[in-house]
């Protein structure tokens, strides 16, 4: 599971650039519900200048390389009702052992001592029963979950899961939200990003990055700059038009038509706040969560 996290300010730790890449990939024949071979697809990320990515087959282990971009090991682990996960670790003989295991408690458990970073996929994919927010509250132990998910674009339901990913923040449970294309198909590629401030661009230091909070997610906002000084926060993007400061339980704290927003984190009561970007078109971007400790 995460390392620690530093939970007042994920993005204290500022060695390094700024990698965008996407963890939720799948890769025909391996995935069933895929059209697109590894080696086009690695070929289409890389065309989509994606400086790292994961091959996240359904149960199922694909090793791959190429050059310009940084391979991160991952299986897509699901069960017959609905849950689906993700799960990303330099150690592949725990991603083997886990895609074998056969119910989402005991994967869950399984994975709750190894250095691998867990992810709840596509909350708000309306297939049933998936994750309702009790469920999600009653699971533990995991990373994050899916605030966005792209191929839910095109299927039943939302691709934005914010309010399930606040219902567990207020609930204070410490879970960081991810985006992803979920990509299937050609025209897949590029709904989404995760962009990780590393110290280096290899696999252990990116995937360790992510598993302490220091990234941000972007359906094509970019953002220049995060950080935390004392109880003033500044988000700085490249061309949002308006900046959210979002507080307990999703409630809209302030909002400035902007591509900025310096934030006072004791003017608002609630345990956390985070930051959402809205730019051109439908273009979107989020923060994680600040938590007042």
Not at 48 to 64: P, Q
Not at 85 to 92: K, V, W
Not at 144 to 164: C, H, M, P, Q, W
Request: charged share 25%; with cysteine.
């Amino acid at each position: 599971m995460s390392v620690s996290v530093n939970w007042s300010n994920p993005y204290a730790d500022r060695r390094g650039r700024w990698y965008k890449g996407n963890l939720h990939t799948h890769t025909s024949p391996a995935s069933d519900c895929a059209k697109v071979g590894v080696e086009r697809v690695l070929d289409l990320y890389v065309q989509a200048r994606y400086e790292f990515l994961a091959i996240s087959d359904h149960k199922a282990l694909t090793v791959a390389a190429r050059k310009g971009l940084v391979l991160i090991s991952g299986v897509e682990w699901h069960s017959p009702a609905g849950e689906h996960t993700g799960i990303y670790s330099l150690d592949q003989d725990a991603l083997k052992a886990a895609v074998a295991i056969p119910d989402h408690e005991s994967l869950l458990g399984y994975l709750a001592d190894k250095d691998a970073l867990v992810i709840l996929n596509h909350p708000n994919w309306q297939a049933t029963p998936h994750y309702r927010r009790e469920q999600l509250d009653r699971k533990t132990p995991f990373d994050g979950i899916e605030v966005y998910n792209g191929v839910i674009e095109r299927l039943e339901g939302s691709s934005v899961a914010t309010d399930k990913w606040d219902y567990l923040l207020a609930k204070d449970r410490r879970v960081l939200g991810f985006a992803s294309d979920d990509s299937h198909v050609e025209g897949d590629v590029g709904l989404a990003a995760i962009v990780v401030r590393s110290p280096a661009r290899s696999p252990r230091s990116i995937l360790g990055a992510l598993r302490r909070g220091n990234f941000y997610c972007s359906t094509g906002v970019g953002v220049i700059d995060i950080r935390r000084e004392g109880d003033l926060i500044a988000f700085q993007t490249e061309d949002g038009q308006e900046i959210q400061a979002i507080g307990q339980g999703g409630v809209l704290v302030e909002r400035v038509r902007s591509a900025s927003m310096s934030f006072d984190i004791s003017r608002t009561a609630g345990r956390y706040v985070r930051f959402a970007a809205y730019g051109p078109g439908s273009s979107m971007a989020w923060t994680q969560p600040f938590f007042r400790e």
